[in-house]
């Protein structure tokens, strides 16, 4: 059962912050060092400082980027930066943004959803999680007692009744609107009519929640909520703690983009791609792009091709070669190699795992430390840029993926498994400061 709730939502006070594309800021695992600095000089409320602050010589158990993230969120509330709006509310978000030049709007809500525990089945994740990613934000979390941003899920709604409901609401210009410095465009409306929220907890009482982004928030909410447990055992089941602030939007909607994550691998002096691909020729239809510059296009085209007929591809391209190739898998061939290693059938056609588990790990021999290692792989969004990065001198071979399929991340999760690391990268991320759910201990969640 997916309990949804309203809350009071804690929002920047537009008379003290006019300007939100100076404080709202992208989540803090795709922040580079760059934009940390870029967004600390941009002002001093910049939600940067509470997600990401700084590190600083001497720091110690008092003081430390946490504690300093909790001193600056009580002192925002304070000064009237922050202030929590008066009724609980469900907050429609519309979101635009351009793709691949094509210009779309996705839509969906910021609320509360009832915590639970993988195990009962009504919350999905697709990806596994790491424990020191965890251990930081449960600290963070811990120091500020607050949902500094909202996990990503996805819920199933063909006729698209959840939004119906919530537009229903929301006449007028919206209270909040802004571009950002990525040109994204963002309209969000406070939605605090009963009937509304009613009608969208009724609709999505019976759904799966699949994450799409926020694993480790929200493995870290179930931290959090175990160690609240512990410290307020009468708090009740309506506990603030029992609930995690969540960004939800429809997995039919049009606006939901997944990118490719492509590989970039630190080129080894014992590396033939003829021997590579004398070998590959075992799984894999191996078709050449002459021209380097030339072929580009031709060959990107017959990648994505492959996505619209379902079929698993990897481009293949490094320094030197004049043009690109393609290999389009054999699934008679493959199929029974990864049923031999024990690989689940609803992953068996994810192009991740067959370049992780047939090009990386047989063909390139890496293991499991050799592609946790930083220094041997790197991962990249944009087909053009990194051959670009490649062509120009990085020492890298690339190999190139389509995006993960909606419907793989519905099935993989559905399923009860788990993708491969960097195996979907949902865009645009949702941003950080919108609005922030305060955990107050003491505080019962109506609904």
Known sequence: MAEIAPFRGL????????????????????????????????????????????????????????????????????RGVLVRDPEPALYYYELDYSLCGEAKTRTGFIGLL????FAGGCVRPHEKTFA??????????????????????LYSDPEARVDAALQSACGGPPPVAFTDRYRLVH?????????????????????????????????????????MRRCYPQAGARASFEY??????????????????????????????????????????????AGA??????????LRAELDRKRTAIGFYHQGVDGYYLLQADYDAIDPILAADGVPEVLRHLDVV??????????????????????????????????KEIR?????WGFFVNPTRIDQVRDVAGNGFTMPHKATYFYPKVGSGLVVNPLIADEQITV
């Open 11 to 78: 929002r920047y006070n537009p008379e003290r912050i006019p300007e939100l594309d100076r404080v709202v800021i992208p989540p803090y695992d795709v922040i580079s060092k760059a934009e940390q600095s870029l967004f600390d000089e941009l002002s001093p409320f910049n939600m940067v400082h509470l997600e990401l602050g700084p590190e600083r010589d001497g720091d110690s158990a008092v003081d430390n980027p946490h504690t300093r993230a909790a001193a600056y969120f009580q002192d925002w509330q304070a």
């Open 114 to 117: 009832k915590l639970e525990d």
């Open 132 to 153: 020191s990613v965890k251990d930081e934000r449960l600290a963070l979390m811990n120091a500020v007692h607050a949902n500094l941003s909202p996990i990503y899920a």
């Open 187 to 227: 309209r969000l409306w406070p939605v605090v009519v009963p009937e509304v929220i009613g009608r969208v907890r009724e609709l999505l009482h019976d759904q799966t929640i699949f994450i799409a982004d926020g694993h480790h928030r929200y493995e870290t909410a179930l931290n959090y909520r175990n160690l």
């Open 244 to 289: 995690v602030m969540m960004y939800l939007s429809n997995l039919h909607d049009d606006g939901v983009s997944i990118l490719p994550t492509h590989r970039l691998l630190k080129a080894r002096p014992d590396w033939n791609d003829g021997r590579l691909l004398e070998t590959a020729a075992t799984w894999f239809e191996i078709r050449w792009f």
């Open 293 to 302: 510059r030339d072929g580009l296009g031709a060959w990107a085209a017959a």
């Open 354 to 387: 067959i370049l992780d588990r047939i090009v990386l790990r047989r063909l390139l021999g890496f293991s499991d430390q050799d592609l946790g290692n930083p220094r041997n792989i790197r991962f990249h969004h944009s087909l053009p840029e990194a051959v």
């Open 392 to 396: 120009d001198g990085s020492g890298e």
